[in-house]
């Protein structure tokens, strides 16, 4: 998954995931998410705004859906899963 990557290879790991993803076909991200884009502790490291955004600003994703869900003790771990299509 990309959040077992470190954030200096970030980049090229998504760009690698989306590049998987065929003609007409669906990624379905599901991670921890981070509101900063600071360097958080990890391993894994929770994606940040920026991080996800990037599956669909440059490397031909659309978003479809995104929804918002909790984990953790108290609920207060942030994930989302975000579903794209290959245009």
Request: proline share 7%; net charge negative.
């Amino acid at each position: 998954t990309v959040q077992s990557v470190p954030l200096k290879v970030r980049s090229q790991a998504i760009e690698a995931v989306a590049s998987l993803v065929a003609p007409k076909g669906i990624l379905l991200l599901i991670a921890h998410l981070r509101d900063t884009e600071a360097e958080p502790d990890g391993p894994p490291w929770p994606l940040s705004l920026g991080e996800v955004a990037q599956f669909s600003n440059r490397l031909g994703l659309s978003e479809v859906r995104r929804e918002t869900f909790y984990t953790g003790e108290n609920n207060d771990v942030v994930n989302w899963r975000v579903e794209y299509h290959r245009r």
